[in-house]
């Protein structure tokens, strides 16, 4: 409906501005303008379908609302929730996140940095770093507990684990794969040590690094969402598991929402802080969808 | 401009005396056990315009690579400008066949690599000089094939320096972009009087642009002839023809007689 609004809009301003140009242009500009407003609308489409669906199934006694509680219902848990304990319990979770996030991916950058450049350093460390990245950071839980009870640092290790090597791989792997003839013209040129990797390395390897940046925030959640299911007195997980032993399917499933836009948020800056380090790339792309 | 450049040409060259620019005498080569240079002796004058011809493999391209400092021999001796070379220097600059230009700096930080305070001005006059000064603050993606080697040139030209090795670097353009590039080169020379050691695959490129041709086979030079056309050359001109297809005939040669052994 809104759509509708919006295109018949567009299409009328632009008629407006374009009474001097030919015709089949003008109707160029109408369909670009179209096609423009239903690209926009289209990724949209699937959960408003999802959410009608959902809402006709619970509505007409289908599914249980212990099962599956109306979306009005989730909404309502969701107010409640905001109105309650759910800012701080956003505010803990995130700052968990963020900080295993930064303790785990810098680590990871570094070493990463470290074994892309030098041989001595791939040597003594690439080869263990692959051996413990088999090992399913879950597999961890107990002896967190062990080591650290139900604290904090517990959860901000978890999810430093998880975090760490997606950005090892990817800044290793980014390094080693910058073009060598780049290398040899930097040189040519008169780069070297610190100049060549500010100028030739480091930009080189920083689409391969935003890559782990990305997938590493998908794991951050994964990681934070085991750690405070298991073993947490705050935080949404820590709500959810709550509200799962009262029966509370509502707040349950209004939890998992929030884990979801906190999810897509994070995914969204990290685009955003590409296109803004990576403005050549962005370009790029522009090239190949036109 | 051109006419004026013509000019300087005819009174004399820019760069006057026999000072080598390149001297190079006994120079090996060897990658593990297989050879690419052998004994190698050259020199190139400063100033001059020399063109090296020869088949991939002969080992041009390793040559370039001595003379620039990526690589060091294996014996013998490079001098440049007198002195004895101690890999890269500021007074070399190379030209590549692909234009190797960095995907993450606009056009202008491109050509001002390497270079000092002063990048941005060098950048902006040295671009206008090659015709792209209206492209300064684009992407290296959105240029075509034939610009990309123009701003690789302004590049190379930026830090003026006073020797330019050009390893192919208009293989992979069509061919009316490639004069055009052909007549860029040859300006800039003309303009700057620097030291132009050009590899190429194109007879008939080397004779258009060079004072002197040289072909390369088996990691030796084996034929030195100097072109002594007047500029611009007429590439319909009998004599040009006749020294075209004087070193075609030697290089078929030497290809049939190595598929012979």
């Given at each position: 409906m809104s759509n509708n609004v919006v295109v018949t809009k567009g299409v009328r301003a632009v008629r407006a501005s374009a009474s001097s140009i030919p015709v089949a242009q003008r109707a160029e500009r109408i369909y670009c303008v179209k096609s423009r407003v239903l690209a926009a609308a289209l990724p949209f489409a699937l959960p408003l379908t999802l959410l009608v669906l959902?809402?006709?199934?619970?509505?007409?006694?289908?599914?249980?609302?212990?099962?599956?509680?109306?979306?009005?219902?989730?909404?309502?848990?969701?107010?409640?929730?905001?109105?309650?304990?759910?800012?701080?319990?956003?505010?803990?979770?995130?700052?968990?996140?963020?900080?295993?996030?930064?303790?785990?991916?810098?680590?990871?950058?570094?070493?990463?940095?470290?074994?892309?450049?030098?041989?001595?350093?791939?040597?003594?460390?690439?080869?263990?770093?692959?051996?413990?990245?088999?090992?399913?950071?879950?597999?961890?839980?107990?002896?967190?507990?062990?080591?650290?009870?139900?604290?904090?640092?517990?959860?901000?290790?978890?999810?430093?684990?998880?975090?760490?090597?997606?950005?090892?791989?990817?800044?290793?792997?980014?390094?080693?794969?910058?073009?060598?003839?780049?290398?040899?013209?930097?040189?040519?040129?008169?780069?070297?040590?610190?100049?060549?990797?500010?100028?030739?390395?480091?930009?080189?390897?920083?689409?391969?690094?935003?890559?782990?940046?990305?997938?590493?925030?998908?794991?951050?959640?994964?990681?934070?969402?085991?750690?405070?299911?298991?073993?947490?007195?705050?935080?949404?997980?820590?709500?959810?598991?709550?509200?799962?032993?009262?029966?509370?399917?509502?707040?349950?499933?209004?939890?998992?929402?929030?884990?979801?836009?906190?999810?897509?948020?994070?995914?969204?800056v990290s685009r955003l802080i590409e296109r803004l380090l990576l403005p050549w790339r962005s370009h790029e792309a522009g090239l190949l969808k036109r | 401009m051109i006419a004026e450049a013509y000019q300087r040409e005819e009174q004399g060259p820019v760069i006057t005396g026999s000072a080598s620019a390149v001297s190079i005498s006994a120079l090996d080569k060897a990658y593990g056990s297989r050879a690419v240079l052998s004994g190698l002796n050259l020199d190139i004058s400063a100033g001059s315009f020399v063109a090296l011809v020869g088949e991939s493999g002969c080992g041009k391209s390793t040559l370039l690579r001595l003379i620039a400092g990526l690589d060091s021999p294996s014996g013998g001796v490079i001098e440049i400008n007198g002195a004895l070379s101690r890999g890269i220097c500021g007074e070399i600059r190379m030209m590549f066949q692909d234009s190797r230009l960095f995907p993450w700096k606009r056009v202008d930080r491109n050509v001002g690599l390497g270079l000092a305070e002063d990048w941005h001005a060098r950048a902006t006059s040295v671009l206008g000089e090659v015709g792209l000064a209206d492209r300064a603050g684009d992407w290296p993606s959105v240029l075509s094939g034939g610009q990309r080697q123009r701003v690789a040139l302004a590049r190379a030209l930026a830090g003026n320096p006073k020797i330019l090795l050009l390893d192919e670097p208009l293989g992979a353009l069509d061919a009316l972009t490639r004069l055009d590039m052909q007549r860029l080169i040859e300006r800039v020379w003309l303009k700057r009087g620097c030291t132009v050691l050009l590899i190429t695959h194109d007879v008939e490129e080397a004779i258009a642009l060079a004072d002197r041709v040289l072909v390369m086979e088996g990691g030796r030079i084996t034929v030195d002839e100097s072109v002594t056309l007047s500029r611009p050359r007429d590439r319909a001109n009998g004599e040009f023809i006749a020294q075209k297809e004087r070193l075609l005939g030697r290089l078929l040669k030497e290809r049939r007689d190595r598929h012979e052994q």
């Open positions: 959902w809402q006709g199934l619970t509505h007409s006694g289908i599914v249980l609302p212990a099962i599956l509680p109306s979306p009005a219902n989730v909404f309502r848990a969701e107010v409640h929730l905001a109105r309650t304990e759910l800012w701080a319990d956003m505010g803990i979770s995130a700052r968990r996140a963020f900080t295993g996030f930064l303790i785990g991916g810098s680590l990871g950058f570094i070493l990463g940095l470290f074994n892309g450049l030098f041989k001595l350093s791939e040597q003594i460390f690439d080869s263990t770093v692959h051996a413990a990245r088999t090992v399913p950071i879950f597999a961890l839980i107990p002896l967190v507990i062990l080591w650290f009870g139900i604290g904090e640092e517990a959860k901000i290790f978890i999810v430093a684990v998880g975090v760490f090597f997606p950005i090892y791989l990817n800044t290793y792997y980014g390094v080693r794969s910058v073009d060598p003839g780049l290398i040899e013209v930097g040189r040519v040129y008169g780069l070297s040590g610190l100049s060549l990797f500010s100028e030739v390395i480091f930009p080189g390897a920083l689409s391969s690094i935003m890559v782990g940046v990305r997938f590493s925030l998908g794991v951050m959640w994964l990681a934070l969402i085991v750690a405070e299911t298991i073993a947490a007195d705050s935080g949404i997980g820590y709500i959810t598991n709550n509200a799962r032993e009262s029966m509370q399917t509502d707040v349950v499933i209004a939890g998992i929402l929030i884990y979801a836009l906190l999810g897509k948020s994070a995914d969204l | -």
